[in-house]
T-cell receptor
């Protein structure tokens, strides 16, 4: 069964600090992994997408890493800002040709406090 | 290119009523998924449609149903509403090209049951 697990479930950090969110998956065969940011009450917005051959990808202060061997990904946020307060969702897509079903993690809720 | 459109954005219903939510996917996307999101549960998968056929279904009671039309627009219906159905309902449309599947979320419909 394809699963995506995220940790921690929630996190509180001080403004300006760094943090790392984790995503472990069992989706196979693997096609790509995407991190979404979801502000409260709004739909998720894509931050980054990584395919099998990519190890690291950055989007501003967000850096995602992928280890396809251990089936783990992390999202590192540098110099956090109050606007980073949101839920971060990891989404994994399998490759099977034709129809595919994406698998969503339940998210990590990040709160950045002044 | 227009994004995923969900209507209405906000809805207030009373217990026992029924409700229909609508989702218009990005043009060309044939797969539409529905999710319920509550503060304590994160994203919970409801069901997924592909070319008017329900492909997958989550663990929700039969009061939750959906359908997809030939133009890929999808509706979700909840009958006999309960207070616990209050949530943000998200729709995601996705496409597959080669090895890559991408999913895009709508802004969601905030349903409040009183």
């Amino acid at each position: 069964k394809n699963q995506v697990e995220q940790s921690p479930q929630s996190l509180i950090i001080l403004e300006g600090k760094n943090c790392t969110l984790q995503c472990n998956y069992t989706v196979s065969p693997f096609s790509n992994l995407r991190w979404y940011k979801q502000d409260t009450g709004r739909g998720p917005v894509s931050l980054t997408i990584m395919t099998f051959s990519e190890n690291t990808k950055s989007n501003g202060r967000y850096t995602a890493t992928l280890d396809a061997d251990t089936k783990q990904s992390s999202l590192h946020i540098t110099a956090s800002q109050l606007s980073d307060s949101a839920s971060y969702i990891c989404v994994v897509s399998p490759y099977s040709g034709g129809y595919q079903k994406v698998t969503f993690g339940t998210g990590t809720k990040l709160q950045v406090i002044p | 290119k227009a994004g995923v459109t969900q209507t209405p954005r906000y809805l207030i219903k009373t217990r026992g009523q029924q409700v229909t939510l609508s989702c218009s996917p990005i043009s060309g996307h044939r797969s539409v998924s529905w999710y319920q999101q509550t503060p304590g549960q994160g994203l919970q998968f409801l069901f997924e449609y592909f070319s008017e056929t329900q492909r997958n279904k989550g663990n929700f009671p039969g009061r939750f149903s959906g359908r997809q039309f030939s133009n890929s627009r999808s509706e979700m219906n909840v009958s006999t509403l309960e207070l616990g159905d209050s949530a943000l309902y998200l729709c995601a449309s996705s496409w597959t090209r080669g090895r890559v599947t991408e999913a895009f979320f709508g802004q969601g419909t905030r349903l409040t049951v009183v």
